[in-house]
């Protein structure tokens, strides 16, 4: 039972350029959420899912999009990279809004 | 911004001290959460106390919540040089969970 994982763990990209996040959990939690954590401001809410084939915004989801195609993987991605992108990007999942969210390792992204 | 607010920001303490974090909030909730946040790791679950609840316990953990006065505080007894990580409280209403900015804790062999 790997809990959440996530990949990269780390990754440099230049202004402009695209990527995608994978957050990937093996307890068939209904609920899946991105998150950034930058310096000073603690966890910022991106997007986040209540079920397969759904989706919602956060607080900051400027920039960003996201998809969970599958129950198990929720995908954040990051059209046109800008160093304001710059952070710790956690995914979390949980069965229940209301409850207990378990968290992956985080991703470091550098954006030049 | 619905952002907690934890005090105070940064606690610095010896081996074997208390130290207490408190949280504020600013709206109605359903439960409080705390988390711990080693360097450079993932958030991990330390314990949930509901809104009908004002005090739990676990471990060397101790947690209040004054739904009256929007504040929760968290008490780590004896503390241990690996409790050294920073601490978020989140709080759930109607919302999405909403973390406050954390408190780093330094505990000092």
């Known amino acids: 039972n790997a809990g959440v994982t996530q990949t990269p763990k780390f990754r440099v990209l230049k202004t402009g350029q695209s990527m995608t996040l994978l957050c990937a959990q093996d307890?068939?939690?209904?609920?899946m959420y991105w998150y950034r954590q930058d310096p000073g401001m603690g966890l910022r809410l991106i997007h986040y899912s209540v079920g397969e084939g759904t989706t919602a915004k956060g607080e900051v989801p400027d920039g960003y999009n996201v998809s969970r195609l599958k129950k198990q993987n929720f995908l954040l991605g990051l059209e046109s990279a800008a160093p304001s992108q710059t952070s710790v990007y956690f995914c979390a999942s949980t069965p229940d809004r209301q409850e207990t969210q378990y968290f992956g390792p985080g991703t470091r992204l550098l954006v030049l | 911004s619905q952002q907690g607010e934890e005090d105070p920001q940064a606690l610095s303490i010896q081996e074997g001290e208390n130290a207490t974090m408190n949280c504020s909030y600013k709206t109605s909730i359903n439960n409080l959460q705390w988390y711990r946040q080693n360097s450079g790791r993932g958030l991990v679950h330390l314990i949930l106390i509901r809104s009908n609840e004002r005090e739990k316990h676990s471990g060397r953990l101790r947690v209040t919540l004054d739904t009256s006065k929007k504040s929760s505080s968290l008490l780590i007894t004896a503390s241990r040089a690996a409790d050294t990580a920073s601490y978020f409280c989140?709080?759930?209403?109607?919302?999405?969970?909403?973390f406050g900015k954390g408190t780093r804790l330094s505990v000092i062999a």
């Open positions: 989140a709080y759930s209403g109607n919302t999405p969970l909403v």
């Open positions: 307890m068939n939690h209904e609920y």
